[in-house]
């Protein structure tokens, strides 16, 4: 006589699972979470069981089982229209997905509004138990706010290397000075003498960092370093690109480094309006390598960073993280790679 499962009732739980396999709950509970402590035969034993009856274990019974729900969170604390003006963030949550979909976690994000108390926000987001642990990316954060995420009492990995308590912060970033430098010594190298600086988000390390690597390039060359030439903090928006580009004009500049790609397209756009050549009265230069730096014209030179490969190496910190591999702090900084196209 066949059982109810033969006559195609397949909705099964583990206990259905340890009663067909002879052997007991807990023991079916070890084999689906890939516990070690399970013999070879018997863990055959029940993987063929439940193949036979494809059986899949509830979401919410296995996390319970397991302490782990299988989900990221990812912390953007920017208005959600940063999120669809700015390309950075697109690129970034492509490669968080993407790494996080491969190894069988699922993303949430947080994202916040104009309007929405910064406090009450951040009180939710930290609260949140559901989250195995947490990525943030493009966040200031200064020393209260790893204080809160050490509190947490979950892994977490912060996109862009923080200000404060760096030595014990896991994070991943890229080298933003070097590539700075590089984009300086470049124009140095055509030339150029007068070279301003349109200057990223006030508050972020990555912002602070390249105006280092453009003070760096000046002081190797032994260019005085003229502040006029250094634009008001931006916020790495078209809107700072153009309105930074309009006050260097007044300071015979003969090249400007944008902090990023974004800012040196609209950057163009002003030395153009200006009656201006590019690269022959001005040079310029942007960070990035944005879809946007191969459709300007001409052609934007700009400094490529693995915006994809960010996202990637932060879940995958992450994740050894939470599976015990690697102790914290987890740090890895990506290399970047100077792009030369027309514009200079």
Known sequence: MGTDFDNG????????IARLS??????????????????????????????????????AARALASQRANIIGILIPHIVSDLFTDPFF????????TAANSVNYSPILWLTSANVDESAFYDQ??????????????????????KRLDQRGKPYIII???????EQSSYVDSENEQGAR????????????????????????????????????????????????????GDYSDASGYTGMKLLLHHRIDAVFAANDVMAASAMRAIKEAGLRIPEDIAIG??????????????????QQPITQ???????????????????????????????RQST
């Open 182 to 233: 590089m984009m300086v010594e470049h124009l140095i190298k055509q030339g150029r003498r007068r070279i301003g600086m349109i200057t990223g988000r006030s508050g972020l390390t990555s912002s602070h960092d390249r105006l280092q690597g453009y003070i760096s390039a000046l002081q190797h060359a032994d260019i005085p370093i003229d502040m006029r030439l250094i634009t008001p903090a």
């Open 286 to 303: 942007g960070f990035d390598d944005m879809g946007i730096s191969r459709t300007t014209e001409p052609q934007l030179t700009t400094v």
């Open 9 to 16: 009732i397949t909705d099964l739980n583990l206990e259905d």
């Open 310 to 340: 960010l996202g990637d190496y932060a879940v995958r910190g992450l994740i050894d993280l939470l599976e015990g591999r690697v102790e914290p702090p987890f740090q890895q900084m990506l290399p970047v790679k100077l792009i030369v």
């Open 160 to 166: 862009g290397r923080p200000f404060t308590a760096y």
């Open 90 to 97: 697109s690129i970034l949550l492509q490669g968080i997905t």
């Open 22 to 59: 002879g052997v007991s709950r807990s023991t079916v509970s070890r084999v689906v979470n890939h516990h070690p402590n399970v013999s070879e035969i018997t863990r055959r034993k029940v993987l063929e069981i439940i193949e036979r009856y494809n059986f899949k274990p509830h979401p």
């Open 125 to 146: 987001v930290f609260n949140d138990r559901l989250a195995d642990g947490m990525i943030v990316a493009s966040a200031t954060v200064n020393a209260s706010f790893i």
